[in-house]
C-alpha cells in the first residue's frame, strides 16, 4: 500500500540548533502538507505544497517539495523552546478521492 | 469560526464494550476523517465521510464503523472493544475532501481495561 516514510523519528537540539526532517515517498504524490502536534495537543495545519520542486517560507520554517513529488522537507532554521513538538508530513496521492497518509513524525525536544 | 469539537474528551471502557465519539466539524466542511493516533502506530487513517457517505476507508476491521449525518456531524463506533483499541482518536475536517488542509479536533482519548 500507500506509504509515507519519515526521519528521523526523533531529533534532540540545543537551542539555537538547526532541524530538519524528511519525508519521502515511493510514489508521486500531489501534495504532501505538514503538520504540527505540540505534547498534549492535536495535530494543527502548517503548510501545503502542491507544485515541483516548491519552497515556502514561514518565518524560520523552510518547506521544500522535490522535483519528482516523491519527497519533501522542513527545515527550521535557529530553534527555540517553541518549537518543540512532532512535525508530521502527510501525503495525498491524488484521484478522485484523496486521503492522506500520515508518516510516523519526527519528535523534536530543544534543550535550552 | 468555531473549531472542530470533539466529545466526549475522555472515555474508560471494559473489554468487549462498544462506544460511540462524536465530532462536530467547522461550518462549512463537508469532508469529515477519523484517525488513531497511537504512540507505535502513529497517525493511523480510519475512514471519511463527505456528503453521508464513506468515501475511503483505512485499514481497519469491521468493528470500526462511522457514519456522517446531513449537518456533517460525525460518529464512530466501536464495537466488542479490545485492550488495543486504546488510542487517542481524532477527527479532523476539511473543506472538500481529505486531501486539502485539514482542521483536527482535540481527540477523544479512549482507554480499554
Known amino acids: 500500500g500507500q506509504q509515507v516514510m519519515q526521519i528521523p523519528q526523533y531529533q534532540h537540539v540545543q537551542e539555537g540548533e538547526d532541524f530538519t526532517t524528511y519525508c519521502n515517498s515511493s510514489t508521486t504524490l500531489s501534495n504532501i502538507q505538514w503538520y504540527k502536534q505540540r505534547p498534549g495537543g492535536h495535530p494543527v495545519f502548517l503548510i501545503q505544497?502542491?507544485?515541483?520542486?516548491e519552497v515556502k517560507k514561514q518565518k524560520r520554517l523552510t518547506f521544500q517539495f522535490g522535483e519528482a513529488k516523491k519527497n519533501s522537507s522542513l527545515h527550521i532554521t535557529a530553534t527555540q523552546t517553541t518549537d518543540v513538538g512532532t512535525y508530521f508530513c502527510a501525503g495525498a496521492f491524488g484521484g478522485s478521492q484523496g486521503n492522506l497518509i500520515f508518516g510516523k513524525g519526527t519528535k523534536l525536544s530543544v534543550k535550552p | 469560526k468555531a473549531g472542530v469539537t470533539q466529545t466526549p474528551r475522555y472515555l474508560i471502557k471494559t473489554r468487549g464494550q462498544q462506544v460511540t465519539l462524536s465530532c462536530s466539524p467547522i461550518?462549512?466542511?463537508?469532508?469529515v476523517s477519523w484517525y488513531q493516533q497511537t504512540p507505535g502506530q502513529g497517525l493511523q487513517f480510519l475512514f471519511e465521510?463527505?456528503?453521508?457517505?464513506?468515501?475511503n476507508k483505512g485499514n481497519f476491521p469491521g468493528r470500526f464503523s462511522g457514519r456522517q449525518f446531513s449537518n456533517s456531524r460525525s460518529e464512530m463506533n466501536v464495537s466488542t472493544l479490545e485492550l488495543g483499541d486504546s488510542a487517542l482518536y481524532l477527527c479532523?475536517?476539511?473543506?472538500?475532501?481529505?486531501?486539502?488542509?485539514?482542521?483536527f479536533g482535540p481527540g477523544t482519548r479512549l482507554t480499554v481495561t
Open positions: 461550518s462549512g466542511h463537508r469532508s
Open positions: 505544497l502542491v507544485k515541483s520542486g
Open positions: 465521510y463527505f456528503s453521508e457517505t464513506q468515501r
Open positions: 479532523a475536517s476539511s473543506r472538500l475532501d481529505s486531501s486539502y488542509e485539514q482542521y
